[in-house]
């Protein structure tokens, strides 16, 4: 289901950021904010299709005045149905520094449909500072411990391709906290 979004506006009177759940004919758009973020891994245009549609409900994008500015993908790991995974996140060049990483998270845990979620899970790599800024700040908002672990390996699942990725999980979140995520 669809929400109509939330407008986001911050103090030093930058344009309205509206939040909101992807449709299908997002996809395109998506996919070339991800393309347009070289420190991203790519995905094919189908995958983002699929996370638009049959994944909205755990998906998130940002808009200013029409332009695609954000994008939020998670989904709910099927052995863990409290907990949602955030895949991926990208915040164009131009909305950088408003704290939108962080509102976008906080926009798919405030829907209705989502008020099961009690823990937060990830992946990142040892030295992407950004991500752990962003998910040890999240931790912080909500209340909740921040435990990491490595998952995969750098020899082991990514054939020396890729650097070992670390599972970071977050929670119990506060569940009265959520709405701590759309402070910048």
Known sequence: MNSPGRR??????????RLRAPLGT??????????ATPALDGNSLYANLLQCSDFSATCALAETDGE??????????????????????CVSDAARGRGLAGQLIGEVLARPDNAHIRHIACT???DNAA??????AVARKL?????????????????GQHASELGVT????????VDSLSAA
Not at 131 to 136: G, V
Not at 144 to 153: G, K, N, S, T, V
């Open 8 to 17: 986001l506006t911050d103090a030093s009177g930058n344009p309205a950021i």
């Open 143 to 159: 209340d909740a411990p921040l435990q990491r672990a490595e998952r995969f390996d750098r020899a082991a699942h990514f054939a």
């Open 68 to 89: 695609l500015v954000g994008w939020m993908s998670g989904y709910i790991p099927p052995m863990q149905p409290d907990t949602l995974f955030v895949w991926q996140i």
């Open 124 to 126: 990142i790599t040892q």
């Open 170 to 177: 977050i929670g119990p979140i506060h569940r009265d906290r």
């Open 131 to 136: 991500s752990w800024a962003l998910f040890t």
């Open 26 to 35: 997002d996809g395109p758009r998506v996919w070339a904010l991800i393309a």
